[in-house]
């Protein structure tokens, strides 16, 4: 089995498109997504529309949590707040019906994985490096846990003397790498942001679990950046979102 594992697409409709496309290239045969579908860009009930027909397994994020009205933006800076406030206006009936349902994480996925929007730990934690990273594998007991939130596509290790590594991942070419998975070690996998990185590449970012063959595979896709900002400038979204696609910050 090849699973396409998304996160953060955040409102971003062009960056899921492409990303699709490139994983229907390389193959997949279901689709598990770790939260925060909406968010900061300007379609959130097209990018949920994708989601249900893709008949996604999918966990909730905080800005689903706070778009369907769940929560408040309370802990959110200024431009966070204002798009979650404007994206909780534009949301259909449906779509909101759809966010409010959605499984807090950890969810399993079968095969000794499970999915968490930000950590094992609590869906707003951030896992940013190896102390954090140690924190949740304490509490794992999964071979792999597939996380979210931060915007990293990166993968940890916790090999049987409890090391915590960020593992590095073999090129297969420009837009993709491959990470072995090793039966005698525990992953934290964030596949990366669909549709805002941070990890200063501004391509979107998914991954592909491959069962069969015991490995995860990284992608990179670019997408057209000008067209997403150009409806969040339409919908007066803020500046600060809108310049920081392009950087990938």
């Not at 598990?32 to 990018?47: S, T």
């Not at 009205?69 to 800076?77: T, V, W």
């Not at 070419?173 to 525990?186: G, W, Y």
């Amino acid at each position: 089995m090849r699973h396409l594992l998304v996160s953060d697409i955040h409102s971003n409709v062009e960056a899921m498109d492409v990303c699709l496309a490139r994983a229907e290239k390389a193959g997949f045969d279901s689709v598990l997504c770790c939260g925060d579908i909406v968010g900061y860009g300007p379609d959130p009930n097209d990018v949920v529309d994708r989601i249900r027909e893709l008949e996604a397994v999918t966990i909730r994020g905080n800005h689903d949590r706070v778009a369907c009205g769940q929560d408040e933006p309370a802990d959110f800076n200024p431009y966070a707040k204002a798009a979650a406030l404007w994206t909780r206006a534009a949301l259909t009936p449906a779509t909101n019906e759809y966010l409010r349902a959605l499984p807090l994480g950890p969810l399993g996925v079968g095969a000794g994985a499970q999915m968490v929007h930000g950590a094992i730990t609590d869906e707003d934690d951030y896992i940013m490096g190896e102390s954090p990273a140690m924190e949740n594998f304490i509490l794992s007991e999964s071979h792999l846990t597939f996380f979210g939130h931060s915007h990293f596509q990166i993968a940890f290790s916790c090999d049987e003397t409890g090391k915590v590594a960020v593992e590095t991942v073999e090129e297969a070419d420009p837009t993709s790498a491959v990470l072995p998975l090793k039966p005698e070690k525990q992953y934290l996998i964030n596949p990366g942001s669909v549709g805002q990185p941070r990890d200063g590449d501004a391509r979107a970012g998914f991954a592909i679990w491959d069962t069969d063959r015991s490995r995860l595979e990284f992608y990179r896709a670019e997408y057209p950046i000008g067209v997403t900002q150009k409806k969040m400038q339409a919908e007066n979204l803020p500046p600060y979102l809108i310049d920081r696609l392009a950087h990938g910050r």
